[in-house]
């Protein structure tokens, strides 16, 4: 899906189609990931920068950053652990009100559309064309995910959920990081919400592949040459979307 024909023409993917689909036509539900599937970079990176830019003090804390890194290099190697840590680092303590306000901020960024890669609005402009569901599901914090999902009529959203106390940002995980097995959890879940609806995901890294396998129909997308190696020993489509 994505590849553009010899006449310059988006030429979309469509699911290869058994034949009791292909008399009896139905929706899909699309599953989208964000991070590098969507967009072009890291999106909570981004997000952490925009609020620094706004509470520059806050720079100041992160002396601990390093040995943040170091821990997660050395001994725990848990995604979610540091993604936590930076998290609480930048923000930790901050009101509901300048949190959102740095959210809203953020994802009018994303509306120019300058991060965001076409190729993959025109397959999720397509998706939404056909009446497909569509679901946005990120390991990204829901800090600011929901935002990026409502601007792009998506019509739920699964992401890390984060932790408040009270009106203040806490920044330990309330959710299991939504990531590798987590996203194929989720992705049995979408199934109740959605039951006998196929389902259609895609996904860039060689943590997607897991959640893409337990798809009806999987494509890793913008993948490194690694993930589309190991994609393609578990019989996964590839495409670009650059």
């Not at 590849?3 to 310059?8: A, E, L, P």
């Not at 189609?17 to 970079?41: K, N, S």
């Not at 494509?219 to 495409?239: D, F, H, K």
């Amino acid at each position: 899906m994505g590849r553009v024909d010899n006449h310059g023409r988006l030429a979309v993917y469509i699911p290869p189609m058994t034949a009791t689909e292909i008399t009896e036509p139905r929706r899909w539900v699309a599953v989208f990931d964000l991070d590098g599937t969507l967009t072009r970079h890291d999106t909570l990176m981004l997000f952490l920068a925009s609020f620094l830019r706004r509470h520059p003090g806050r720079l100041l804390g992160l002396w601990r950053l390093p040995f943040a890194l170091f821990e997660f290099l050395a001994l725990t190697r848990d995604p979610g652990m540091l993604k936590s840590r930076v998290i609480r680092m930048v923000m930790g303590g901050a009101s509901r009100s300048a949190v959102a306000a740095c959210a809203d901020s953020f994802v009018d960024s994303l509306k120019p559309r300058r991060r965001l890669r076409p190729t993959a609005l025109a397959v999720l402009d397509a998706h939404r064309a056909a009446g497909d569901h569509l679901v946005l599901l990120s390991a990204s914090p829901d800090l600011y995910v929901p935002g990026i999902g409502g601007s792009l009529g998506f019509e739920r959203t699964v992401c890390t959920e984060i932790e408040w106390r009270g009106d203040r940002l806490d920044g330990t995980l309330k959710t299991a990081n939504r990531r590798g097995t987590e996203k194929s959890r989720c992705l049995a879940w979408l199934r109740t919400q959605y039951p006998d609806l196929p389902i259609i995901a895609y996904g860039n890294s060689a943590s997607d592949l897991d959640h893409l396998r337990h798809a009806d129909r999987g494509v890793l997308v913008n993948g490194t040459t690694a993930a589309r190696g190991l994609a393609v020993q578990a019989g996964i489509p590839t495409a670009s979307w650059t």
